[in-house]
């Protein structure tokens, strides 16, 4: 039975110290993201992004009000989500998943920098925010 404490106590710490890592990452992200509001203008997230919570955009002084997750589409891929999105040129940032490949990312990076939207990638953790 001591074994099983020391196996859970390890994988315990494993995840702790996953979660404290992906917290640091997202700290970082949400700092870079209060640096592009501008006015009217709006962050969006992905549906297979992050959700970010009250606490983390309060912290980094980004205004709830000026947030949205954009809905998943039926018929639409994340890639041409984000790419109406960087489009409508509503938005000062947009984040978007790692899943998407790298070519489309690639196009995505390109428009962006065309329309003057931040546009940043990030692995889903839908399960740390939900």
Known sequence: MLSSNITFTQTTFAHEAMLEEQHNVHSELFDQLAQT??????IWFTSQSIRPSL???????????????????AHLTEFEVARKAIKSGNASALVVSKQISKLEQNILR??????????FFI???KSFYH
């Open 37 to 42: 509001i501008r006015s009217n203008q709006w």
């Open 123 to 125: 692995d889903s953790a």
């Open 55 to 73: 606490q983390q955009l309060s912290a980094s002084n980004i205004p709830v009000n000026q947030v949205i997750q954009l809905k998943a589409s």
């Open 110 to 119: 390109d428009l962006s920098d065309e329309i003057g939207c931040q546009l």
